[in-house]
């Protein structure tokens, strides 16, 4: 999906901050909004003809347009596309001077400007985690989410959707537990659409992971350009597979895992980052 | 009435999100959302029931919305089948209003109003034809081949569009929908699609909309005279509007008007207005009452219309007018009998073609 934004800033006729927020920390915060003014500035002296332009700063890329006696600015990797975060700085400039710029102009509070700033700066990643019933989806889920697992197998209905509690490759991720039982197999088309990342869990078992093939075929039919990963859940069963087999016969990428064991949580989450980094990469060369 | 309502969509990334409820105290949990999804996941039906968590209730959800659900929480006393004209009526409602204008989404006002929106009318399903490129190149090669196997009509439409991809079921769902044409298995094999309607979109005079204007708003009846004659019959040399010019004609209005009220009619909004203002000339307010869309919504309708010369305010008397009257008009198409008569003559057609093409025709037209 999009990119990061790493912060927001606009400042008004008198250079002062009219807004700002950041998503993640960056260079020190007084010397910015220093250099920020000097480069309002600066820019009443050009004519950006509403275009939105870009300087390389540090390991930093300043977006920044000017409009009427606004002047914008996001604060991005230098690394992330180009062309998204122009689009989104011609999303939150229209958003501004269509709904919020008369109140920066009356000094008056921009109610609601931030939740649509997060509509428009936040990283999003979809993370789908499909399989058959009772193979661990949500097991993994808890895990990820460094959850204490209940006591009681309670199976999921539908979909449950959570947040993971910390970003991952600086993007919120959010994690889509699909309901394995087979009478909820017409909503999984559905419910992949759009992940970044779609996570197929297997018990280990030859019998799951011979079925988990016409998992790996719905998904690259129905999100093509999704990063798909195996995983081969239940190591700790004397009848597992290994994860090399699992991979071999899903012929995807496949790691282990013992979702009821806390340790694996950080590898867990590693793969999960290695997969979006590698979906954006591959992205980025199409 | 429903005791209860909200309206959720399925986004892509957020999951189920509840836009709107009322009372603003009705929780819903992700499972009740889920199970509600499911249901209309499983069927085709617009309206499901079912009872969860200790509600019963009764959904809805059409293709026009895709990912939304209006959810009504009935009472202990409610009938769904004595009700569920009046709640799939409400759920289009809110549904269109969202589309429109979320902001003015007040359900406890639908609800205790009972505003209620019908479902596409046979007009609007007409004007999908023209908002379907490939749909409106298969009706004019229907045109001439008025009964054509499916397999050809593939390939043609193939070849016309050059790109393998091009989807035949999509192209000819418009025309099935409307009823202007059956797809069906003739002998075991060979699916073929039969002409059975034809239709002309043009605009009309506003007829019934003038005749009432000289009752109910005299004060405009003369200048709103002049408006249509001006469009219709100009003073020479100016050409007024010919819907029967042949569409090679290079002053034919068809081609490039047809596209423009296809959109008018297709757009649920503009043609409740339109249907307002065919009886007489309205007031926003008066259109807002007759259609339990706010004002703000019909305002944007209207001036929409405005662009494409449908319709015209008075400013004085505030009062809004039809201008020309957009029609999609449905009509026997006489001229496939003798091209049937030819095709079975060529052996084009096989003799229990042409026969299940004439009971096709006589089901159709006899009523």
């Known amino acids: 999906m999009s990119k990061l934004i790493r912060s927001v800033y606009i400042l008004g006729q008198e250079d002062d901050v009219v807004f700002s927020k950041e998503y993640a920390r960056s260079e020190s915060k007084s010397d910015l909004v220093e250099f920020l003014v000097n480069l309002a500035q600066f820019l009443k002296s050009v004519d950006l003809e509403g275009q939105t332009e870009f300087m390389n700063v540090s390991i930093s890329r300043i977006f920044y347009a000017q409009r009427d006696m606004f002047t914008f600015v996001f604060i991005a990797d230098k690394a992330d596309d180009t062309v998204q975060i122009e689009d989104k700085m011609t999303q939150l400039v229209d958003t501004f001077m269509n709904e919020f710029a008369n109140l920066a102009t009356a000094k008056q509070p921009l109610d609601g400007f931030d939740a649509k700033v997060d509509e428009i700066a936040v990283t999003m990643v979809k993370v789908a985690i499909l399989g058959f019933a009772g193979v661990g989806k949500t097991t993994t889920l808890h895990l990820l989410r460094g959850e204490t697992l209940p006591l009681v197998h309670d199976p999921t209905i539908g979909v449950s959707i959570k947040r993971l509690p910390e970003e991952v490759q600086n993007a919120n991720i959010v994690l889509w537990d699909l309901a394995g039982q087979s009478r909820f197999s017409i909503l999984w088309a559905k419910m992949i659409a759009n992940a970044q990342v779609v996570v197929i869990v297997t018990d280990s078992t030859l019998e799951n992971v011979l079925r988990s093939k016409k998992l790996v075929s719905l998904v690259k039919e129905e999100v093509p350009e999704a990063k798909v990963i195996g995983i081969a859940n239940k190591q700790d069963l004397p009848t597992a597979l290994t994860p090399e087999r699992v991979g071999q016969i899903l012929a995807i990428p496949t790691y282990e895992l013992v979702a009821i064991d806390i340790s694996y949580r950080d590898r867990l989450i590693q793969i999960i980052r290695k997969a979006i980094l590698e979906g954006k990469a591959e992205t980025r060369a199409a | ?367």
């Open chain 2, 1 to 367: 009435m429903p005791e209860a309502a909200f309206v959720v969509q399925l986004d892509d990334y957020h999951g189920f999100v509840v836009k709107k409820r009322y009372p603003s105290t009705l929780t819903l949990t992700e499972k009740a959302l889920n199970l509600v999804f499911y249901e209309h996941q499983k069927g085709v039906e617009e309206i499901q029931e079912l009872e969860v968590e200790g509600m019963r209730i009764a959904s809805f959800t059409a293709d026009a919305y895709p990912g939304w659900t209006v959810g009504f929480v009935l009472g202990s006393d409610e009938v769904l089948d004595s009700i569920s004209k009046e709640i799939s009526g409400m759920g289009r409602f809110m549904l269109e209003l969202m589309s429109q204008d979320p902001e003015s989404v007040d359900i406890a006002e639908i609800l205790e109003k009972k505003s209620t929106m019908p479902s596409l009318a046979e007009e609007q399903l007409c004007a999908q034809i023209y908002l379907t490129p490939s749909s409106a190149l298969l009706l004019e090669r229907l045109h001439t081949e008025v009964v054509e196997s499916t397999a050809k009509l593939s390939m043609w439409l193939k070849s016309q569009v050059q790109a393998d991809s091009v989807d035949l079921v999509e192209a000819i769902t418009p025309l099935m929908d409307s009823g202007l044409v059956k797809v069906e298995m003739v002998g075991k094999t060979l699916e073929t699609a039969f002409l059975l309607k034809d239709l002309f979109a043009y605009r009309a005079p506003p007829v019934e909309s003038f005749s009432k204007a000289e009752v109910v708003a005299p004060g405009v009846a003369a200048e709103y005279r002049e408006y249509i004659s001006k469009f219709f019959s100009p003073e020479p040399p100016a050409v007024g509007y010919n819907p029967t010019l042949p569409i090679d004609d290079p002053n034919s209005p068809i081609l490039e008007d047809r596209e423009k009220i296809s959109k008018i009619i297709s757009n649920t909004v503009q043609y409740e207005v339109l249907k307002s203002l065919r009886e007489r000339p309205r007031s926003v307010s008066e259109i807002s009452e007759h259609t339990a869309f706010p004002e703000r919504v019909i305002q944007n309708a209207l001036w929409a219309m405005e662009a494409e010369r449908i319709a015209a305010h008075f400013e004085k008397q505030d009062v809004w007018v039809l201008i020309t009257d957009p029609r999609m008009e449905v009509f026997f198409p006489e001229y496939v009998l003798p091209v049937l008569t030819r095709k079975l003559e060529e052996r084009k057609v096989n003799s229990d073609t042409a026969r299940r093409y004439l009971e096709l025709l006589i089901q159709t037209w006899s009523e």
